[in-house]
């Protein structure tokens, strides 16, 4: 299965995350198919190829709920941001 996710690139405490194109199995920092854009979260500047990430979408690739999120807000597609929550709380029954 393709997955749309971030890959985070850049200096130490300086984070800057590619946009890219990989096999969900796969670790974050492999290889990856396709790169689709820059997302620079500290000033909040993204360079992304709208055209290819409609065209990864329209093929099957599900992008993960942080991308998910950047691509509402930037209208790129369309629905509601997905709540993220950093852990699972286990039940204990």
Request: proline letters at 4%.
């Amino acid at each position: 299965m393709l997955r749309i996710r971030l890959s985070r690139v850049g200096k130490k405490n300086a984070p800057i995350y590619k946009v890219v194109v990989a096999e969900k199995a796969r670790p974050v920092k492999s290889k990856f198919i396709e790169s689709l854009g820059m997302y620079n979260p500290g000033n909040k500047d993204n360079t992304l190829n709208v055209e290819r990430i409609k065209y990864w979408i329209s093929v099957g690739a599900q992008p993960s709920q942080t991308v998910h999120n950047l691509l509402v807000k930037n209208n790129i597609i369309e629905g509601n941001k997905i709540a993220i929550t950093r852990a699972k709380l286990k039940e204990s029954n």
